[in-house]
């Protein structure tokens, strides 16, 4: 049974940073591809951030230059980085985990349980 357990959620003020993790008890096939997606109270569910095992990344183009993404492979951990939070970004934060290629249009498999980002102006 897949399982990937986030932790680092929380509540910040505007321009304030938080770290998201993000652990997977699986096989390295089925994290080829890890990453996070956020839904925010009303909105559609949308894509953050991705990571292959190679180590490439895709971002949104509203977390550019403020988040980033890594990863280490021999642990199956993944990291979200956020810096210069936005009031737009809060949301609850969702990791994914799959083992195919990363792509924010694409199906994964494994979900966590999510973890809530709030920040305030």
């Known amino acids: 049974q897949v399982q990937l357990v986030e932790s680092g959620g929380g509540s910040v003020q505007a321009g304030g940073s938080l770290r998201l993790s993000c652990a997977a008890s699986v096989s390295a096939y089925n994290t080829y591809c890890m990453g996070w997606f956020r839904q925010a109270p009303g909105k559609e569910r949308e894509g953050v951030a991705l990571?292959?095992?190679?180590?490439?990344?895709s971002y949104d183009d509203s977390v550019k230059g403020r988040f980033t993404i890594s990863r280490e492979n021999d642990k199956n951990i993944a990291y979200l980085q956020m810096n210069s939070l936005k009031p737009e970004d809060t949301a609850m934060y969702y990791c994914?985990?799959?083992?195919?290629?990363?792509?924010?249009?694409?199906?994964?498999?494994?979900w966590g349980q999510g973890t809530q980002v709030t920040v305030s102006s």
């Open positions: 994914v985990a799959g083992p195919r290629r990363c792509g924010f249009e694409g199906s994964y498999n494994y």
């Open positions: 990571i292959d095992a190679y180590r490439r990344t």
